[in-house]
């Protein structure tokens, strides 16, 4: 089975705080992704990165950084926590597929539920 | 850049009863069109995907139909049980590793 771990299931942060929140997963993916889930909003899509060191923006990039020094491990950053930011963050992971169709199936962590006072 | 509409946001059927959800895309380029489930709690999870060289896939109670001319996909449920309970949500890829999501819909199903 597919592990997607995320580090922190319930963090709270102040206004201005640098916050990190770290993913991990086993299976050796190529892709990995973090998106946001707000009521009515849906999964939005913040970055992702098909390979080391490689990153591409979502749809709403805004505000946070990432960071892929390892294959298994993906990382997103806030480098000043705004009201506006607290949300639950979802990391997820999928393999490369072969041939020129890259998508395939996401693989969630538990979710990272960050409050920003 | 990919637009992924779902209605209704919510759904409420009688046990037994179907349950359709209608999602539609904006990018004609999109090939790829997965629902995930997502139980109270918990992490979304695939359920069914489809591919845009078919028009309909089916897994038991489950069924996704694609019309590519109208760039819009349904899910279908049938005989629904109260594990149905969830929000599902509709994406679309066209291929370059973007998933974009819907909105999500809530489905309760009622004893």
């Known amino acids: 089975d597919v592990k997607v771990t995320q580090s922190s299931r319930y963090l709270v942060k102040r206004t201005g705080e640098k916050v990190f929140l770290e993913c991990v997963q086993d299976?050796?993916?190529?892709?990995m992704f973090w998106y946001r889930q707000d009521p009515g909003l849906g999964l939005r899509l913040i970055y992702f990165?098909?390979?080391?060191?490689?990153?591409e923006k979502g749809d709403i990039p805004e505000g946070y950084s990432v960071s892929r020094e390892k294959k298994e491990r993906f990382s997103l950053i806030l480098e000043s926590a705004s009201t506006n930011q607290t949300s639950m963050y979802l990391c997820a992971s999928s393999l490369w597929a072969s041939g020129r169709v890259k998508d395939g199936e996401l693989f969630f962590g538990e979710g990272s539920r960050l409050t920003v006072l | 850049g990919e637009n992924v509409e779902q209605h209704p946001s919510t759904l409420s059927v009688q046990e037994g009863d179907s349950a359709v959800i209608k999602c539609t895309y904006s990018d004609s380029a999109s090939n790829y069109f997965p629902w995930y489930k997502q139980e109270l709690g918990k992490r979304p999870q695939l359920i069914i995907d489809?591919?845009?060289?078919?028009g309909e896939k089916k897994d038991q109670r489950i069924a996704v139909t694609l019309n590519k001319t109208a760039k819009h996909f349904s899910l279908h449920i049938t005989e629904t049980q109260p594990e149905d309970s969830a929000v599902y949500f509709c994406?679309?890829?066209?291929?370059?590793?973007?998933?974009?999501f819907g909105k999500g819909t809530r489905l309760h199903i009622l004893p």
């Open positions: 299976m050796d993916h190529e892709n």
């Open positions: 489809i591919r845009s060289n078919v």
């Open positions: 994406a679309a890829s066209k291929g370059d590793d973007k998933i974009i």
């Open positions: 990165s098909y390979d080391v060191k490689m990153k």
